[in-house]
């Protein structure tokens, strides 16, 4: 009886263990945040993290127009990885502003910037992609919730060339995802950053031909990358909720920033062309 009792006394604390927030994510990636994932989980409008959000004002912020900043309001799990998100050619923060909430109920601190004018190139943007990355990590209300070692960059359009010129300017960033990005360099041989490039088939104002495809080819081929064109779609359809999107965009981030294997099942095999995936095309295996 007492080698019973001591037996499901020992089992009982390992599924104590087992079940603990935050145990396994101890135990093997400290990184990891939010439980495993499913289909379900990465097509969801809201993770498992309530969301609460908080203004920069253009009078504080130093090399960007301001912003918003989206962030896990719980702290039991410590500091989460960040991301800095830039608008398109003439575009405010609205016009991305859904990523925000979204991305951040994963786990994820969000900052959604306006940028200086709303007629800035590139590399003005990559700039203030990485500004208002020093702000959040440095300045901003909510700095010790992240972690400054974790960083990426997203944009629309000319933002989403900027998201380029930022990972060329610091390869420390762990992730970039640009959303049907647009900028005259087509070459990238300079960047390190593992990078998610995303176009859209019906895209006329930065066509996936002269724009999408080629910045995906002229990466290293040594580096983590993937190409996702989305079916059916257009230059601005980043500016709306789009699940295609989220789920990859998220499946990425994740991998990359808070190096989370359990999201690579996402990623490789290669997702297969669907009513929303016009094209996939990627480095796996992740991670080398």
């Known amino acids: 009886m007492k080698r019973y009792l001591a037996a499901a006394c020992s089992a009982a604390a390992g599924l104590t263990l087992l079940l603990a927030p935050g145990a396994g994510a101890a135990a093997g990636n400290p990184y990891e945040r939010g439980p495993a994932p499913t289909v379900a989980s990465i097509e969801a409008l809201r993770g498992p993290y309530a969301v609460a959000q908080t203004s920069v004002s253009s009078l504080s912020a130093v090399g960007f127009g ?34 925000g909430p979204r991305l951040a109920s994963q786990g994820f601190v969000v900052f959604v910037i306006d940028t200086l004018t709303t007629l800035d190139q590139p590399d003005s943007r990559g700039r203030q992609l990485l500004a208002a990355l020093d702000h959040l990590t440095q300045r901003s209300t909510v700095r010790d919730r992240v972690d400054a070692s974790r960083l990426g960059v997203m944009g629309h359009s000319m933002g989403g060339g900027g998201t380029l010129e930022a990972a060329k300017s610091r390869p420390s960033l762990k992730a970039a995802v640009p959303l049907t990005g647009w900028n005259t360099d087509k070459t990238w041989p300079e960047i390190s950053t593992p990078t998610l490039v995303i176009g859209a088939d019906g895209d006329t104002i930065a066509p ?58 996402f990623l490789c095999p290669l997702p297969r062309p669907s009513l929303t995936i016009e094209e996939y095309r990627g480095t796996c295996p992740l991670g080398s």
């Open 66 to 99: 301001g912003g918003t900043i989206y962030y896990p309001t719980s702290t039991a799990d410590g500091k989460f990885g960040a991301v800095a998100i830039s608008p398109g050619f003439t575009a405010t923060q609205s016009s991305v502003a859904w990523l």
């Open 208 to 265: 996936v031909a002269t724009h999408s495809e080629p910045f995906y080819e002229n990466l290293p081929s040594s580096l983590d990358k993937a190409y996702l064109e989305l079916n059916g779609a257009t230059h601005f359809t980043p500016n709306t909720s789009d699940t295609t999107i989220a789920k990859y965009s998220l499946s990425w981030l994740k991998r990359f920033i808070d190096d989370d294997t359990r999201y690579d099942q």
